[in-house]
């Protein structure tokens, strides 16, 4: 069965770092692209970017590009996004998602990651 | 302000059909790009409805169907049952945003 578990819940405040993480298995997770994908309280998906495991080939939508990076460690089939320091407006869900291939699906997801950062 | 427009809300009382557009432009649906519908039931993760334009993943009940045309796409509900109630999102990819996915601002639908 393929799952994608992500790490808990998050309570930080302004200016520190984080890495949330999402454990693929069920499947080859260094041939499968994982995606962010971020959506804040009350509003609809946007699109982060995406990481390919098996050579750490990134992709940032140009709206987060700067803003979060992305690795991979195959070895346990974990992907993580990270800040290096937050900010209020970070608060927000955050879901992971495999895909094939370029223009495949985002076939299976994470429970979601809740971030909230406040002073 | 999403690149893909969809309408906030549609309703709609069980058994009835219901429609959920999903406006984009040349540079994405209209290049040729797919589209992919997801259901977001409330308090958990998106889920993949519709793909590859319309095709559904194991599971999903043959009620949802999808069309494209142009530069829009649609999904179409039929047979509305409470557990329908959710919110529904289109994505596509952009060439003006170097392949980037997009999605739709997502649709409210309340089964009535």
């Known amino acids: 069965e393929v799952q994608l578990v992500q790490s808990g819940a998050e309570l930080k405040k302004p200016g520190e770092s984080l890495k949330i993480s999402c454990q693929g298995s069920g499947y080859n997770f260094k041939t499968y692209w994982v995606a962010w994908v971020r959506q804040m309280p009350g509003k609809g998906l946007e699109w982060m970017g995406l990481?390919?495991?098996?050579?750490?080939?990134?992709r940032y939508s140009p709206s987060f590009q700067g803003q979060v990076t992305f690795s991979a460690d195959m070895s346990i089939t974990t992907a993580y996004l990270q800040w290096d320091s937050l900010k209020a407006s970070d608060t927000g869900m955050y879901y992971c998602?495999?895909?094939?291939?370029?223009?495949?699906?985002?076939?299976?997801w994470g429970q979601g990651t809740l971030v909230t950062v406040s002073s | 302000q999403s690149v893909l427009s969809q309408p906030p809300s549609v309703s709609g009382a069980p058994g009835q059909r219901v429609s959920i557009s999903c406006t984009g432009s040349s540079s994405n649906i209209g290049a040729g790009y797919g589209v992919f519908w997801f259901q977001q039931l409330p308090g958990t993760a998106p889920k993949l409805l519709i793909y590859g334009d319309n095709n559904r993943p194991s599971g999903v009940p043959d009620r949802f169907s999808a069309s494209k045309s142009g530069s829009s796409a649609s999904l179409a509900i039929t047979g509305l049952q409470p557990e329908d109630e959710a919110d529904y999102y289109c994505?596509?990819?952009?060439?003006?945003?170097?392949?980037?996915?997009?999605f739709g601002g997502g649709t409210k639908l309340t089964v009535l």
């Open positions: 990481i390919y495991p098996a050579d750490s080939d990134t």
């Open positions: 994505q596509s990819y952009d060439t003006s945003l170097r392949g980037s996915a997009i």
């Open positions: 998602a495999r895909r094939a291939s370029v223009h495949d699906p985002f076939d299976y």
